[in-house]
């Protein structure tokens, strides 16, 4: 399945992309498709894919369980950097 990559923040300046495809197999986990898609990146870019505080959704719905499988029909995977302030 085609899945869109959307990239905000620090991500998306490093890999000078806002977003992506990336073909995926039903029941992939997904720190697996975010490595798949990182090995197409620049290595600064990629990089950040392995920050465990990364805001990760998929479908609209957060995702911090990189070990989450991906569901047949899933569309879309969001990545934000870390966001500061107050």
Do not use: N
């Not at 000078?16 to 490595?35: F, I, K, Y």
């Not at 998929?58 to 899933?74: F, I, M, Y």
């Amino acid at each position: 399945m085609k899945i869109q990559f959307v990239l905000s923040g620090q991500v998306a300046h490093q890999a000078g992309c806002s977003q992506s495809q990336l073909e995926v197999a039903a029941g992939t986990p997904l720190g697996e498709a975010l490595a798949a898609f990182g090995a197409g990146l620049p290595t600064a870019a990629a990089a950040y894919l392995d920050d465990a505080t990364l805001f990760v959704a998929v479908d609209g719905e957060h995702a911090p369980d990189r070990e989450r499988l991906l569901p047949e029909g899933t569309r879309e995977v969001l990545i934000m950097s870390p966001m500061a302030g107050g």
